[in-house]
């Protein structure tokens, strides 16, 4: 057999290796006794195919269907490519590529260097005028963006606005003849419905690949944004198709492309899209306000099980439990209070906590609302004037961390018990443990992931988060501090640009 490299063969290998051994357990087991000869021919009748019970037109009617949506879908959606000039002191950082930049480590720690961080991810043209509608953390921080129109076409793209919380930004060309998608409505999704993926995976050779799956649920989070309510896919969604389109059978659009849960990086078969409804809200406001103003309550909510309704005599798990009322918020001046749980808010049931979040995040500040909350075994009504979601805080509505997280993008903490069972460390893990990244961080860019522990910084072995601080005060913006980590059982370095 010739050999063939093939990309990916460690994959191709399991898979491979995988088929073979299922086929050789389907051979029929050979007995020892058989005899050497025969004599006489036994004639067998040749197995009858299976008939097969389908209508060819359904299945052409389908087939065609998902072509013309594709081609119908395609022009809509673009390929953004983002520069970044970031100026460093040290060694830079080698990425995720084990030889591309293998030989940065021998240049003189003190060298001053200029590095060029490029960034890809997927766009989605909505009108004539030249929007375009993506992620934020695609563009954030860009110095230059580049937009691909599906004809291969490049144009210098401009920020109309980006908003963090909900992982929506507004890209704008300068360009005629552009084709804007058809939108849909997220609400009447359902699970189970096909849907399509459009966008930029992995490189620019692959700019406008098509997958397919269906819904697998909605109203899922992540805690990555202050108002998440995705919608969970198995169509492949990759690196780089963050921004593109989620499109349904119809050909609208129902969905922004947005994150996957990957223990490898790579698709795994989940994905997650910001509904188009919450991102259409959101595009809308920046490209009239050039930002969004939230709705805000003040409190923590969390979701009601089946022990917490047993033990508050609810009588369903429908609705959000406050874990926590901020004072001196529209929550506590309203009279609401921890254990209270809201079912509704101007008469749309609360399914969970996520849920309320939603609701009340796309809510404009000032506005007066009808809160419906079971207290003590009663229902009630209380009203409440919502306020001004605060710049500061994160998904849970607490206030975020100060102490690394502006300056290199993540948030570090002593190892504890109950940290260690959290994060299923092992006995004898040392150094500091990440609990948070900025998706718009070096950190992240780096692949560096909440759990991960950090053993040394620049070669000097760190054990308390007061020791990592003394370490990194002594860099300043544009410096490249370089870390030992470690994850699972694997130890790896780690180059990071000071923010």
């Known amino acids: 057999m010739k050999s063939m490299k093939v990309f990916g063969v460690l ?12 086929q050789l357990e389907w051979l029929p087991k050979m007995k020892a006794n058989l005899p050497q000869t025969v004599s006489s021919t036994v004639v067998t009748s040749s197995p009858q195919p299976a008939k097969l019970n389908y209508n ?13 949506i594709a081609e119908q879908a395609k022009p809509s959606v673009v390929t953004i490519m983002t520069n970044k000039v970031i100026k460093s002191t040290g060694r830079s950082p080698h990425g995720q590529n084990p030889f591309g930049d293998f030989f940065d480590f021998f240049h003189p720690p003190d060298q001053q260097r200029e590095r060029q961080m490029r960034g890809q991810g997927s766009g ?9 509608l993506t992620n934020n953390h695609v563009v954030a921080d860009a110095d230059e963006i580049k937009i691909m129109l599906h004809d291969g076409k490049k144009l210098d793209g401009e920020i109309v606005g980006r908003d963090p919380r909900s992982d929506i930004a507004v890209v704008k060309v300068d360009s005629e003849n552009l084709t804007p998608v058809k ?13 399509m993926a459009i966008g930029s995976p992995l490189r ?3 700019a406008n690949t098509v997958s397919a799956g269906i819904v697998s649920a909605k109203g899922r989070s992540l805690q990555l944004a202050a108002v998440e309510n995705f919608i969970q896919t198995d169509a492949a969604i990759n690196p780089g198709n963050s921004g593109g389109a989620m499109i349904n059978l119809y050909g609208q659009l129902v969905g922004i492309n947005t994150a996957i849960v990957s223990q490898s990086g790579g698709f795994q078969g989940i994905g997650f899209a910001v509904p188009i409804n919450l991102a259409k809200w959101v595009m809308d406001s920046l490209i009239e306000d050039g930002k969004v103003a939230y709705g805000y309550l003040g409190i923590l909510p969390q979701p009601v099980t089946e022990k917490v309704a047993e033990a508050l005599k609810l009588p369903s798990t429908k609705g959000a439990l406050i874990n926590e009322v901020t004072a001196g918020t529209p929550a506590a001046e309203a009279g609401l209070r921890e254990s209270d749980v809201i ?4 008469g749309q049931e609360i399914r969970d906590d996520n849920h309320l979040r939603k609701v009340v995040g796309t809510i404009r500040p000032g506005t007066r609302v009808s809160m419906g909350i079971i207290r003590d075994e009663k229902r009630k009504n209380v009203t409440v004037t919502l306020g001004d979601y605060p710049e ?7 206030p975020e961390k100060k102490d690394n997280y502006n300056k290199l993008g993540i948030e570090v903490a002593d190892l504890t018990n109950d940290l260690m069972r959290r994060y299923n460390l092992k006995d004898g893990d040392e150094g500091v443990l990440i609990t948070n990244i900025d998706r718009n961080s070096d950190a992240w860019q780096e692949r560096l992931r909440a759990g991960d522990l950090i053993l040394s910084v620049n070669k000097k072995r760190v054990d308390s988060v007061r020791e990592f601080n003394k370490i990194i005060a ?15 059982t694997r130890r790896f370095f780690s180059a990071i640009t000071v923010k």
């Open 11 to 22: 994959a191709v290998g399991i898979a491979v290796g995988v088929l073979a051994t299922t």
């Open 56 to 68: 060819p037109d359904v299945i052409s009617n389908l087939n065609n269907a998902f072509i013309s």
């Open 124 to 132: 989605v043209i909505v009108n004539e005028k030249g929007y375009i």
């Open 183 to 195: 939108f849909g409505d997220s609400e009447s999704l359902r699970v189970g419905e096909w849907v």
């Open 204 to 206: 620019e050779g692959l």
């Open 343 to 346: 079912v509704d808010i101007d």
């Open 392 to 398: 500061n805080l994160s998904a849970g509505s607490e």
């Open 474 to 488: 002594e860099f300043e913006k544009g410096d490249t501090i370089l870390l030992r980590c470690k994850r699972d």
